[in-house]
């Protein structure tokens, strides 16, 4: 069997583990965690976002505060693990030449308008959620899950203005450093489109 191949199934399998244990165990006691999440959350970064995703899907489907940002780190690791794998088995073949190609602009537009709408709305939803949350509005804000899904599929740029601008969630670890890495991996997946060939 293929090493990349059975790398990831440990990997997951491990994951999709530990999460279970780490699950139980909390629901038992009533403790937060038991295993540190920043270690359960490793295993997203080396190829374990399947196992973890599972893992919550099972045990734990109810998205809230508390959870938002483990099923974001797994899908992130999912997606970059997805791309890594277009690589090794060569669906996608990055050639570093592409760089110097000159880019088609009239190709490149409907990215660029769905960048700009996606960066105005998330940017609107921030300042908008922070202005709720001033007035102690809590049946009208904006659940979490919706403004980080938002900075994920594109939006990041306006999340982390709208972030800084009204001063909202930066006390949230998952908002201060996770949408910065968001805008890392969106100039990321970018540069790897453009280096196969697709961009």
Request: hydrophobic share 55%.
């Amino acid at each position: 069997m293929d090493p990349y191949l059975i790398y990831l199934l440990v990997v997951n399998a491990l994951a999709f583990l530990l999460l279970t244990i780490d699950y139980h165990v909390c629901m038992r006691t009533g403790r937060e965690e038991l295993i540190d999440h920043r270690i359960l959350s490793v295993f997203a970064l080396i190829g374990g976002g399947i196992g973890m995703l599972v893992a919550f899907l099972v045990w734990d489907r109810r998205v809230n505060k508390n959870n938002v940002a483990w099923r974001l780190i797994a899908i992130i690791g999912i997606v970059a693990w997805v791309l890594v794998t277009l690589c090794v088995y060569g669906v996608i073949k990055l050639d570093v030449a592409s760089l110097v190609v000159p880019l088609d602009l009239g190709d490149l537009a409907p990215l660029g308008v769905y960048l700009l709408v996606a960066n105005l709305v998330t940017l609107a939803l921030f300042i908008y959620d922070k202005l709720r949350a001033e007035q102690g509005r809590v049946d009208k804000r904006i659940p979490e899950v919706v403004l980080l899904g938002l900075s994920l599929v594109g939006g990041a740029v306006g999340g982390v203005v709208g972030m800084y601008l009204v001063r909202h969630k930066t006390r949230k670890w998952y908002f201060s450093w996770g949408l910065p890495v968001m805008i890392v991996l969106q100039v990321a997946l970018l540069l790897y489109l453009r280096l196969g060939g697709i961009l």
